[in-house]
């Protein structure tokens, strides 16, 4: 049973360039979480999806962020006109929740996204 | 708004020695609590998770405590060994939707 993939595991964009990162949860998981890991700071919770719906994104910034999870397919975190401020590791969770059972969130690898 | 704070930031200590990560959050309304390690570069591994009506929970050489109205939680490390040495992460979960996560403690064990 395949763990928490996410991809690429490093990214290098230019300012103003797009990211796209992707994250397939774990088997059986339909919850995907979203987090940002700063250079010297704690994970930041950004965006909590469903299959094709976005349940909370208080933690994503207004402009330039979005994330989708389609019905067939990763979820994608993108993040238009990259800026240097940008550059972090970006973690994606899932768990899979059903009434009685503890909600769990396993992680993976991280995309390590780096702008120049 | 829920605030996660971990003392100490860093600890250093010899192997063989038993530590304890203190955690400690502002809200006690909690849906659980989890624990994570993280190596240098690398993801989140779940070391543990107490479900709010909880008191601990044991893995190996683990315990973890839960004091929901204290608003505190300690992570015990038995018999410590150098390959334990990561950063220790708190996160608390409001509600079965996000976690909100402490600073972390960076531990190191020498051998």
């Known amino acids: 049973n395949a763990g928490v993939m996410q991809n690429p595991r490093h990214l290098v964009r230019r300012r103003g360039q797009e990211a796209r990162l992707r994250c397939s949860p774990m088997?059986?998981?339909?919850?995907v979480y979203w987090y940002r890991q700063l250079p010297e700071e704690g994970l930041k919770f950004m965006v909590y999806?469903?299959?094709?719906?976005?349940?909370?994104e208080s933690g994503m910034p207004k402009e330039r962020f979005s994330a989708e999870f389609p019905k067939e397919g990763p979820s994608i975190l993108r993040i238009q006109q990259v800026v240097r401020g940008d550059s972090a590791a970006y973690f994606c969770?899932?768990?899979?929740?059903?009434?009685?059972?503890?909600?769990?969130?396993?992680f993976g690898p991280g995309t390590r996204l780096t702008v120049l | 708004k829920q605030e996660v704070t971990q003392i100490p930031a860093a600890l250093s200590v010899p192997e063989g020695e038993n530590l304890v990560l203190n955690c400690s959050f502002t809200?006690?309304?909690?849906?659980?609590l989890q624990w994570f390690r993280q190596d240098p570069g690398k993801g989140l591994t779940s070391l543990l998770l107490?479900?709010?009506?909880?008191r601990e929970q044991t893995s190996g050489r683990l315990n973890a405590s839960l004091d929901k109205s204290s608003g505190r939680s300690t992570l015990y490390i038995a018999a410590s060994q150098p390959g334990d040495s990561a950063t220790y992460l708190c996160?608390?979960?409001?509600?079965?939707?996000?976690?909100?996560f402490g600073q972390g403690t960076r531990l190191t064990i020498n051998p």
């Open positions: 809200d006690s309304a909690i849906y659980n």
């Open positions: 996160a608390v979960s409001l509600g079965a939707q996000k976690l909100v």
């Open positions: 088997k059986g998981h339909s919850h």
């Open positions: 969770a899932s768990s899979g929740i059903r009434a009685g059972v503890r909600n769990e969130q396993f």
């Open positions: 999806l469903q299959k094709e719906n976005i349940i909370d």
């Open positions: 107490i479900q709010s009506s909880q």
